[in-house]
C-alpha cells in the first residue's frame, strides 16, 4: 500500500536524479493503481512538493558543482548571456517553465540548465510546482478511474523504459551540452546558431 510518506520520498530521490529515471508521472500513476483508494489532491500535492523539491537540488547541484567547478571563464561568460535575458523577461520565463512542467517532457535537462545560470530558484520552483500539481491531479484522478474498472500490470506502465526512453535522455543531456556550447552572442544579435570559438584552450576558472 502507498503512504504519503514513501510516495513523496520515492518521487524526490527519482527528481534529484540528472538522468535515466522514470517520468513521475509513470511512477505517481502507478503507485496510485497500487492503491486506488488515496486521497488524490494529497497524493498531487506530495508528489508536486517532492518532484519539485528534487529538481530544486539537481539545479543547485548543476551550480555548485557544474558551473563552479568545470565551467570555463568563457562558458560561464557566454550563458550569463542568457541569464540577462531570463533576466529581462521573468513573466515569459515563469510562463515557459510553466507550460513545460505541465508536459509529458522530463524537466531534468531544464532544471540543469536553469541552475547553470545561477539564477534565483525561488520563480522557477513555483512555476514547476504549480504545473506539477496540475498534471498530476489529472495522473491520479485517471488512475484511481482505471483501477475502478480493470486490473493492470504495474511491470506494464514501466515497459515504457526501453530504448525510447533511454534515447530520450541522452538528446536531452546533450541539449544541455549544446545548450553551454551555442554561441549566445551570435543569436542574440543576429539569430544566428553557431558554436563558440575553440581559440584558447578552456581555463576551469
Excluded at 12 to 35: G, K, R
Excluded at 150 to 176: H, R
Aim: aromatic share 12%.
Amino acid at each position: 500500500m502507498m503512504t504519503t510518506v514513501s510516495l513523496f520520498a520515492v518521487v524526490f530521490i527519482l527528481n534529484c536524479l540528472p538522468a535515466f529515471a522514470p517520468p513521475t508521472w509513470m511512477v505517481v500513476s502507478a503507485m496510485t493503481l497500487s492503491s486506488p483508494g488515496v486521497n488524490p489532491w494529497l497524493t498531487a500535492l506530495a508528489a508536486a512538493t517532492a518532484a519539485t523539491a528534487g529538481r530544486l537540488v539537481l539545479a543547485k547541484m548543476a551550480f555548485l558543482l557544474v558551473r563552479q567547478r568545470w565551467l570555463s571563464a568563457r562558458t560561464k561568460e557566454n550563458v550569463d548571456l542568457v541569464k540577462a535575458r531570463l533576466e529581462q523577461h521573468r513573466a515569459m520565463t515563469f510562463g515557459a517553465v510553466l507550460a513545460y512542467t505541465c508536459s509529458p517532457l522530463p524537466s531534468n535537462s531544464l532544471f540543469i540548465a536553469y541552475g547553470l545560470t545561477s539564477l534565483p530558484l525561488a520563480p522557477v520552483a513555483a512555476a514547476s510546482f504549480l504545473g506539477r500539481f496540475l498534471t498530476y491531479s489529472v495522473w491520479v484522478v485517471m488512475a484511481m478511474e482505471v483501477a475502478q474498472k480493470v486490473v493492470v500490470d504495474e511491470g506494464s506502465v514501466f515497459a515504457y523504459l526501453g530504448g525510447y526512453f533511454v534515447v530520450t535522455q541522452i538528446l536531452m543531456l546533450a541539449l544541455v551540452v549544446l545548450f553551454t556550447k551555442l554561441d549566445w552572442r551570435a543569436w542574440f544579435s543576429g539569430k544566428t546558431i553557431r558554436l563558440m570559438k575553440q581559440t584558447e584552450p578552456d581555463d576551469q576558472k
